[in-house]
């Protein structure tokens, strides 16, 4: 057998259509960023690194949760044969909830965080907002989609909004538009029109059942914001740290989030199964299908580890190349960080399986935990004497081996793991 084959009889079935879908976004995100590293000024470039890092950061880590525990909950009811529509509305009303929590204070310090971290420019708080809500509404939909295994019509809004954003960041660049605001208004117009096109599967899968429970939702909802925000606090920090340590150093800001995105090639093709492996870890637990769930797990941990070393390769080898001429980001980074900014993606996605795992076996506490270890350990790394550059990277690194080494032992100590892997 192939490794191509091994490789894809390891993932969970649904995976080649999330997967079209993640590769065609993964592409845009490079595309997005190369067209605006190319046209805007160092100084409007850093500002739109930032914001690309805080909607990344804080948008994935609050509404991911929700799409997973909608996923989860309409993955449970189909195994019972009952409807999803009310959890389509539940969902919906909490991920609204959620971003309104978001946009409040972003109304009322719109100034100040305009002055912290876009050189004055408000009209960048409002484009990060119009991202946030636009997150806000395609997690609800993916959700559904995700949970009542269409899988085709996931990978298409996936698609889309990908596709969008090549054509519209594109069109700026080639028309010469200079604004950081058109480029990030890019975050919000895209995903809201795949949205919209992809809605109709939504509604037409998710049919009317018995009522759906806030419990159901919310039990664990506060643990898994709080794990995904510092998951994504631990995997975009080294950018948001960069500018907030050293304020005027544009040129280290940008170059970071380019090799933060090349670096990351990897979690791009991780995407393509994480969807639907909670899926399945989801419908085997509630099957009872033990074996099948170990299978799963242990699978999608191998083919984990093998992405994060081929990427890494790749990234150390032609990653510095790559920056200035792709990117159009300043030649200041090399080899050694790229391993750095490497080991830590491979880390980093093999504590999103461990999560998973965690997270399908109750012991969502324990995940949250873990995250907290490796926060804590990041901040330590990030504070300490070394160089700026240096240390930002490390901390990536060693805070993502935190998490994994306390996830592994979580999950060892867990007696529901044991009788799920027994």
Not at 264 to 288: D, H, I, N, T
Request: glycine share 12%.
């Amino acid at each position: 057998m192939s490794l191509l084959d091994r490789i894809t009889t390891a993932l969970p079935q649904g995976t080649a259509f999330v997967g079209a879908g993640t590769a065609v976004l993964g592409v845009a995100s490079y595309v997005h960023l190369a067209a605006a590293g190319h046209t805007l000024a160092v100084d409007d470039m850093a500002s739109f690194s930032v914001l690309w890092t805080v909607v990344f950061s804080i948008g994935l880590g609050l509404f991911f949760p929700v799409e997973q525990e909608i996923t989860r909950v309409v993955a449970s009811r189909v195994v019972a044969g009952d409807g999803a529509l009310p959890v389509l509305r539940r969902g919906a009303a909490l991920s609204f909830g959620l971003l309104a929590a978001v946009l409040l204070p972003m109304a009322l310090f719109g100034r100040q965080l305009a002055d912290l971290f876009f050189h004055g420019d408000v009209g960048l708080v409002v484009a990060m907002g119009g991202a946030f809500a636009a997150l806000a509404l395609a997690h609800v939909t993916r959700g559904v989609l995700a949970g009542l295994g269409r899988f085709q019509a996931y990978g298409l809004q996936l698609g889309l909004d990908g596709g969008l954003r090549i054509v519209m960041s594109l069109a700026l660049a080639l028309a010469g538009v200079r604004s950081s605001f058109a480029f990030a208004a890019v975050l919000t117009v895209a995903p809201l029109i795949a949205v919209l096109v992809t809605l109709r599967p939504v509604f037409r899968g998710a049919h009317q059942g018995s009522a759906a429970h806030w419990r159901e939702l919310i039990e664990h909802l506060g643990l898994l914001v709080g794990s995904t925000l510092l998951a994504q606090l631990l995997v975009n920090i080294a950018v948001i740290s960069t500018k907030l340590i050293a304020t005027d150093d544009n040129e280290l800001v940008t170059a970071l989030l380019a090799a933060l995105v090349l670096a990351r090639v990897p979690l791009f093709v991780f995407g393509a199964f994480q969807v639907s492996l909670l899926a399945g870890l989801s419908s085997a637990a509630a099957e009872g299908d033990t074996q099948g769930y170990r299978r799963l797990l242990l699978r999608a941990a191998s083919v984990t580890g093998g992405l994060g070393v081929a990427g890494g390769l790749c990234a150390v080898a032609v990653g510095p190349l790559l920056l200035p001429v792709f990117f159009g980001a300043p030649d200041v980074l090399g080899p050694v960080d790229f391993a750095w900014l490497s080991l830590g993606t491979t880390l980093y996605m093999l504590a999103m399986v461990l999560g998973q795992a965690l997270l399908t076996s109750g012991g969502a506490r324990q995940q949250l935990l873990a995250w907290i270890v490796g926060t804590v350990v990041l901040v330590a790394v990030t504070l300490s004497p070394l160089e700026l550059r240096t240390r930002v990277e490390i901390a990536y690194a060693v805070g993502s081996l935190a998490v994994v080494t306390s996830m592994i032992l979580a999950l060892r100590s867990r007696v529901g793991y044991r009788s799920v892997h027994s």
